[in-house]
């Protein structure tokens, strides 16, 4: 979803899995610019608009979350 209108950019998620493999996503932003994603923090200016759709630190840890699960 283009949750935050105002920054200029979106972002699109591809997931892939092969079986019980490690499931594998592809964040790609259109529009932004050389900055990581933040609904919170804007590094604007000289690298870029920051796309503020998705929070870059959510999505680290959901990905370790979801491994340490894996391997309880």
């Known amino acids: 979803d283009d949750s935050n209108s105002l ?5 699109d998620k591809l997931v892939w899995q092969r079986g019980n493999g ?9 529009g932004a ?11 604007g200016g000289l690298f870029g608009s920051t796309n503020a759709d ?6 680290i840890w959901h990905f ?7 391997r309880q």
């Open 22 to 30: 490690p499931e594998v996503s592809l964040y790609t932003m259109h």
């Open 33 to 43: 610019g050389h900055t990581i994603p933040s609904k919170f923090v804007s590094l």
């Open 64 to 70: 370790f979350e979801r491994d340490w699960r894996q």
């Open 7 to 11: 920054d200029g950019s979106t972002v």
């Open 54 to 59: 998705i929070e870059s630190a959510e999505e």
